[in-house]
């Protein structure tokens, strides 16, 4: 939707709110697509929001709340009468339905259950037993599947039947003890007799996952795979649900928008609408332990005055030294983070990126130290120039090593990696790229005065 789009659905979303739409405003409202509605929304106040939503039937009200942020959403739920939530949540799919639940009071939630249909209930309440973040929490528990003595006709005819119109699905064949034992392709199903048994035409090798697998490996799979519907089964290789790829991409984008905003030591949930007084909660222990190691920078220059003071030009090239060994340790842990979010990287192979990452910084390294001593020698002498070099050429190579290894020790050891990187992981090479420059000067201080 263009700028433009969005303003004049904006006005006539306000003009709904306040019962002053004329009718073009009326039609544009009505024809909106419930994530452009969901987006304008947010810019109203709290009571055109209300307005707004029981304006709307309540399946649109449906299709347009999973689209609303979380602080969005429990304002509303806040306003709404809880009769009138739970009438909503009947028309969502139950994996939506769930995420909102989840979101709300315990005491509200359990009350909101209570109010709605026995089916959809019973689902969300199942849904909401998987751990969080797993595949069990994305599943939808409705699918389509038919038994194994069913011929070609009746599975198109309980396709007919069953599947809704904005879901994305396959064919899956099960036994008499509801096993998965297979998935029949469209194509094949809409080509094949009338009478072949769909199971004569299915394809045996399903991929399929559990309900307690991470969502992020489920993303991956669904990648991989080229997969528009993906199976649940449990432990005993039932089938109990189904992951549609429309799913897979909300979470794509919410674990890639995670793991940059906790590279910045921040938090997705700052866009939200926190306050500034919450914002700055949320990232003071990340500045705090930055100040604490950029502190030690500080000692270490203490430490080394008397080189300083013999040779002041030696500050000039600090920020640069600090500069390119922080941004080649940050650009290493970037790579990291993201080849293990999207399995490119395992830590199981660990030297496969690091030996890569070693001789990445090895050639930066040495470009970096032939400039910069350049640079010292026209500004100084040969001796400072070596000093220069050196300095950048061995804090630049320790950067891509730590850059690389400590997203993948956080792994190991059941961290998340994105939390090692950002200002941190910047604060630790300027520490490092410091000491080694003025360990080198103080070594060599004959030569440079």
């Known amino acids: 939707m263009s700028d433009q789009d969005h303003d004049r659905l904006l006005e006539a979303t306000r003009n ?7 009718a073009h405003e009326q039609a544009a409202f009505e024809s909106a697509h419930p994530a452009d509605l969901a987006g304008v929304l947010r810019q109203l106040p709290l009571a055109d929001q209300v307005a707004i939503l029981r304006a709307l039937s309540r399946e649109r009200a449906g299709d347009l709340i999973p689209h609303l942020d979380d602080q969005a959403l429990l304002e509303l739920v806040r306003v709404l009468d809880e009769v009138e939530v739970s009438q909503i949540l ?3 799919p139950a994996e939506h339905a769930a995420d909102v639940v989840e979101e709300l009071p315990a ?3 359990e009350k909101i259950l209570g109010l709605m249909q026995e089916d959809k209930s019973e689902d969300v309440q199942e849904i909401l037993e998987y751990p969080e973040h797993s595949a069990g929490r994305l599943m939808a528990p409705d699918f389509v599947a038919v038994r194994t003595d069913a011929t070609v006709e009746q599975a198109i005819k309980h396709i007919r039947d069953s599947v809704s119109a904005e879901r994305a699905f396959e064919l899956y064949v099960v ?3 509801h096993h998965l034992v297979g998935a029949v392709p469209l194509r094949r199903l809409l ?4 009478l072949t048994p769909a199971f004569a035409i299915r394809d045996e090798n399903v991929v399929s996952v559990t309900p307690e697998m991470d969502q992020e490996e489920v993303a991956r799979i669904v990648a991989k795979y080229d997969l528009v519907a993906l199976p649940v089964v449990d432990k005993r290789n039932r089938l109990v649900g189904t992951i549609t790829v429309d799913d897979v991409v909300d979470i794509v984008h919410e674990e890639a928008s995670e793991d940059i905003f906790r590279m910045a030591g921040s938090d997705a949930a ?10 700055a909660l949320l990232r003071l222990p990340w500045v705090l332990a930055t100040l604490v190691i950029e502190l030690l920078a500080g000692v270490v220059i203490h430490y080394f005055d008397r080189t300083l003071s013999k040779v002041i030009l030696l500050a000039s090239f600090m920020p640069v030294i600090q500069a390119i060994s922080g941004n080649t340790g940050l650009q290493s842990v970037t790579m990291v983070v993201r080849g293990l979010a999207t399995g490119q990287v395992r830590v199981g192979q660990w030297w496969e990126p690091l030996r890569r990452q070693v001789e990445t910084s090895s050639i930066l390294g040495g470009i970096c130290a032939v400039t910069v001593g350049i640079v010292g020698w026209l500004w100084h002498s040969a001796a400072f120039a ?7 050429f061995i804090s630049v190579n320790p950067s891509g090593f730590a850059g690389t290894m400590i997203p993948m020790l956080s792994k190991s050891l059941g961290f998340d990696p994105a939390i090692t990187a950002g200002p941190f992981e910047t604060a630790f090479q300027d520490v490092l790229g410091i000491t080694i420059f003025l360990s080198l000067a103080t070594a060599l201080l004959r030569w440079l005065t």
């Open 16 to 22: 709904v709110a306040r019962g002053k739409a004329d």
């Open 191 to 194: 080509t094949a007799d009338p």
């Open 107 to 109: 005491e509200q939630a």
């Open 175 to 177: 036994d008499d003890h």
């Open 270 to 279: 700052e866009l939200e609408r926190r306050s500034p007084r919450q914002v």
């Open 90 to 92: 009947d028309e969502m």
């Open 386 to 392: 070596c000093v220069v070099a050196l300095s950048m």
